[in-house]
């Protein structure tokens, strides 16, 4: 029986940059559905989520030269995915602040009518709160990172991880109970 073999992390991303595409091949079949869910939990948005994604691994084909050993090449991609997803989500404030720039004089019921009918679940909620405590949070209860590995994919002091952790919590405590009303 013939196969891919199975390598290790080093060994892949030593082959990937001597120019072996097969190795890449396979760190991208290896990490492309933690990426994928990673994006997911931030963004919300499978079509934001799939360029997110892809871009992450064009991003590191293109640098895998520049991977040190020093770090995981998960951690490495988080990073970038991360990075990606703050930029998708700039992006969208732009867009949402642009459209709500021309739309600004048409009045309809629409917005009161989702407020009091719709019922919101813990998803919507995180979706909410600031890209940091979002990210952070997808990273330590989405993902099962400790607390060191999420400062070290955000490039952040653990310190700075346990206060977003705790404000994101008592945030999102406190619109839970009051029913959220969008209060941001």
Known sequence: MTG???LPEKNLIAA???G???AFTQLVQRYSSDAYRTAYMVLHDREDVEDVVQEAFLTCYR???TFRMDSSFKTWLYRIVVNLCYDRIRKRSRERAAFQRVSINMKTGYRDMSDIEKRID???VIAT???DYRITLTLYYGMDFSVQKVAEVLGIPVGTVKSRLNSARNLLKER???GHKYAL
Do not use: F, G, M, T
């Open 20 to 22: 072996d595409s097969d």
């Open 16 to 18: 990937a940059q001597s």
């Open 176 to 178: 839970l109970e009051r």
């Open 129 to 131: 709160l600031n890209p």
């Open 122 to 124: 813990l998803k919507e």
């Open 4 to 6: 891919v073999r199975i």
């Open 63 to 65: 640098k895998i030269n």
